[in-house]
């Protein structure tokens, strides 16, 4: 993982984006937050992101048609957003993927696991460049 990774955090719930802020500024990221899928899309139109924590369950724009709008974007569409919910429901992870989204993170999370999986996700992204031959 690189040091200062930049994360955007959306989540209504303030208490969640302070504490999901706090572990993965713990954890080495540079995390921004937002409080809306609106909110979101405004901010990675003007900054540039590593990944995205993604909450479902939202007011005015779920996570879900925000995580399309993202996907319809061509200079979006490959960045990661793990969707982050507290839908534990096999169905509901299955249609994060259709959707396009690189993980599920149930709520609550354990701190570790939330860190393991954001490195994980990170990992992936970065292996194809350094194959060789890539």
Known sequence: MSEGQRILVVDDQQEILDLTATV???AGFAVV???SGGEALD???G???DLILLDINMPEMDGWETLRLLRADEQLEELPVVMFSVKGELSDKVQSL????S???TK???VDELVARVQRVLAAVE??????GS
């Open 103 to 105: 993980g599920y993170i």
């Open 33 to 35: 937050t937002a409080s």
């Open 47 to 49: 900054e540039s992101f």
């Open 43 to 45: 901010r990675v139109g």
């Open 24 to 26: 993965l500024s713990s």
């Open 98 to 101: 259709k959707e396009g989204a």
């Open 127 to 132: 292996l194809p460049a350094s194959r060789p």
């Open 108 to 110: 609550p999370f354990v």
